[in-house]
């Protein structure tokens, strides 16, 4: 245990009113569960027993009473631990007991509970309601909640769920609040229990710790150990919570700039200055704003110019928040002021009673607008008037920010990395290796006959309908598609950005982009992409495979890729087999349950025999060849300028990653499909037809027949799961189709 980490132990006592056994008890905890804080439930206290209580533990004491003989909760503080106890609320029925705290700058709110043993949804809804009103940013329930999450997991010999709608209530609570269960998350298959009955034998784990999933990657372990003197377990979460030293991330555009007048003045006369100073000198530089784009000629090749005008946009943008932010703040401080002296020292009348209203409709437009960003950050959708306050969005956003901070890393059995000890260079060892290419172990497909002859392709009609450079009006296209309020790419310009100043910059953008084409290669800052990572759902965070690998991409690439991504899109359903069902316009998950069930059902009332194999390909997208790519598009007859703009979005490409607000070193992207790449599902898909026909081909392979028709897999993108006539031709057939499919 280091100097940081904080102990949390909980135990359902089954009573302590005895002054014996609540003397034996707490020795137990000081001597043999060390812990800086013990939650207690159903401590039978009650209110005349709580100062020899406190004298007896010798040190803080938080207690909520119930009777002489049941419920009654408590939290008790070791006396060699520094925190702030800044709010309690006490339950008046001896159900749980809430406190707002500080330890170690950090803030959360920590609940002792003791679950109702009758079905109580309201309980838990009114719980739920007071981790919302406390507003911290992060949250910690635990105790003996009597009931249990997972019925096949958690309980063993029970006969019926116990307490059904108040474990509902929960789940949705957990949903709503971003709790988790971090025992379950720890250990998702493993069956333990924290309360067990003789007779008639029954157990069940009714004791857990719920935390807030920002926290969660801070944990260090949460354990089940047995209890003293009572029928229920104690279990123990260490947290540890030094503080993670943070950077700042990258400059993205402040969209609230778009509905300020005075700089939409300013940007369009820098854009309308550079492309005066690096026009050539034949122009009239007074009328050369009033000229169509694409006729202007340029001292500077038209990828350079780009990279330079968003470079001098980028360099005013920010001098310009500063500015505007000094004078809000200056602003805002002034209204305070003057509102204050208004009420305080004049007398009423209608004027003065006008003019202060006038100043406090002023100081909350100022205040709205920062609401605003806070929303934006936050990812929080709306807010309406009289709604949660702004503390809540400034929790939140520090919540989304604080999920994706990781803490430490597990390198293997022994051996762990803290963030402060600096980890950065294993990061981005994890990721540079594992987007470095691969290319030769790749399986040759010009000597895979069988695939060639059963791949379908396209015709030479439809092949060149979708070749050339960019048009204007498909990228403006691509750009209307995309969706406002997305996170922009290193160079920090937004969708929305790009929408409002379309009309003055959108031709340099396609001139830009055909450029690259034409090179083959796009500029540095449009391939370089920013590797965000974020959690995945109920996985230990100490892994860097259990975090989903984002790639930020400037929104230039997006549209070049987007271009040519709904090029594809057109023909997409003429070469992909119908057991694929993701990416595809008319297909949905929906088709894969459906064959699932239908082949279930069917096997079950024929009496059949049968298998059904889940598989999920590790990595997938970050793993497939780029060689392998273009050697598919060339198959199925994609004509020379598709395959050379795959070739020019992939060329030379970057990227670095970002760890707790620092950018890495930037390393090559050799291979992979980068997730956040419009293009990428629908190249992944194309290359996911090899392992269909190599399944559907291979006769060592029998499936399950249906009306006709032999059913081997559906998929949907990467997620495959086979039907299978017997298991020995699993290992028969699919042993020699795996192992060439993963060489793509």
């Known amino acids: 245990m280091s100097s940081n980490d904080l102990v949390i132990s909980s135990l359902n006592c089954r009573g302590l009113n005895c002054k014996e056994k609540r003397a034996d008890v707490f020795d137990f905890l000081k001597a043999n569960r060390k812990s800086h804080i013990y939650c207690l439930q159903d401590v039978h206290w009650i209110a005349g027993d709580l100062v020899q209580i406190e004298r007896e533990w010798g040190s803080d004491c938080f207690i909520t009473c119930g009777s002489s003989n049941s419920r009654g909760v408590a939290i008790l503080f070791s006396n060699n631990f520094d925190y ?58 635990v105790g003996d909640w009597n009931l249990s ?18 474990k509902k209530v929960v789940l949705e609570f957990l949903n709503n609040e971003n709790l988790i269960d971090v025992w379950r998350v720890l250990h998702p298959t493993e069956k333990s229990f924290t309360w067990r009955q003789p007779n008639p034998f029954k157990q069940s784990r009714l004791d857990f710790f719920i935390l807030s999933s920002g926290l969660f990657n801070k944990v260090v372990s949460s354990s089940i150990y047995h209890g003293y003197r009572s029928d229920h377990s104690l279990i123990q979460c260490i947290i540890k919570l030094n503080k993670i030293e943070s950077g700042r991330g990258f400059w993205k555009f402040n969209n609230s700039l778009l509905k300020d007048d005075e700089y939409i003045n300013v940007i369009s006369n820098v854009i309308d200055e550079t492309i005066a100073e690096y026009a050539c000198s034949p122009y009239d530089k007074t009328n050369i704003k009033t000229m ?90 709306r807010i309406d008037e009289d709604e949660k306050p702004s503390k809540y969005f400034l929790n939140l956003q520090k919540r989304n920010y604080e999920e994706k901070l990781i803490s430490f890393l597990k390198i293997d059995k022994d051996e762990v990395l803290y963030a402060n000890d600096g980890f950065k260079a294993e990061v981005y060892n994890f990721y540079k290796n594992l987007y470095r290419n691969n290319d030769g172990n790749v399986i040759d497909l ?13 015709s030479d009609s439809e092949s060149q309908d979708l070749e050339g450079p960019l048009g204007h009006l498909e990228v403006y296209n691509a750009l209307k598609d995309m969706k406002n309020g997305k996170s922009p790419g290193p160079d920090g310009f937004t969708v929305e ?66 271009v040519i991504a709904n090029r594809i899109k057109r023909i997409l359903s003429k070469l992909v087999s119908t057991d ?45 060849s780029h060689k392998f790519i273009y050697k598919v598009l ?96 699993w290992f028969n057939g699919h042993t020699d189709s795996f192992q060439k499919y993963f060489l793509t």
């Open 84 to 141: 702030e106890v800044e709010k309690v609320v006490k339950d008046n029925e001896g159900n749980y007991i809430v406190l707002s705290l500080k330890i170690y700058d950090c803030k959360l709110t920590l609940i002792s509970l003791y679950g109702p043993n009758n079905d109580n949804p309201s309980f838990y809804q009114k719980l739920q309601d007071l981790v919302s009103d406390f507003d911290n940013t992060h949250c910690i329930i």
């Open 149 to 166: 999450l997972n019925q096949n997991l958690d309980t063993s010999n029970y006969l019926h769920e116990n307490n059904p709608r108040s």
């Open 292 to 381: 169509n784009g694409y006729d202007v000629c340029l001292v500077i090749d038209n990828q350079l110019f780009f990279e330079t005008l968003l470079c001098i946009i980028r360099g005013k943008s920010i001098s310009y928040s500063s500015y505007k932010k000094r004078v809000t703040s200056e602003r805002e401080k002034f209204l305070i002021e003057e509102i204050d002296w208004m009420e305080k020292n004049t007398l009423a009348n209608s004027w003065r009673l006008n003019y202060v209203d006038d100043l406090k409709k002023e100081l909350q437009e100022i205040r709205l607008n920062k609401v605003n960003g806070i929303l934006l950050r936050s990812r929080a959708q």
């Open 446 to 458: 010009n000597l895979e006959q069988g695939i060639i002859n059963k791949l379908k392709i396209l």
């Open 497 to 562: 950005f790009l929408k409002y100043f379309w009309d003055k910059i959108g031709c340099f953008l396609v001139r830009s982009l055909n450029h690259g084409y034409g090179i083959s290669q796009l500029s540095v800052s449009q391939r370089h992409g920013i590797i965000s990572l974020i959690p995945k759902k109920d996985k230990p965070r100490d892994r860097l495979c259990n975090w989903r690998p984002i790639t930020l991409l400037n929104i230039s690439y997006k549209i070049a890729s987007s």
């Open 580 to 624: 694929q069902n993701g990416f595809l316009k008319g297909r949905y998950i929906g088709n894969c349950i459906r064959t699932i069930y239908d082949i279930m059902h069917y096997c079950d009332e024929g009496n059949l025999p049968g298998i059904l194999v889940a598989v999920d390909f590790e990595k997938a997208f970050d793993c497939i």
């Open 634 to 729: 060339e198959l199925l007859n994609f004509g020379p300028s598709i395959i050379k703009w795959h070739h020019t979005l992939y060329r030379n490409s970057t990227s670095s990653v970002l760890v707790n607000g620092y950018a890495s070193q930037c390393f090559q992207v050799e291979r992979g499909c980068r997730q956040g790449d419009p293009l990428s599902p629908y190249l992944f898909i194309l290359c996911t037809e090899v392992l269909n026909i190599l399944i559907k081909s291979n006769s060592s392979i029998r499936g399950i027949s249906m009306n006709n028709y032999e059913h081997k897999l559906v998929q949907y993108a990467d997620d495959t799961t086979f039907f299978l006539g017997s298991f020995v031709s």
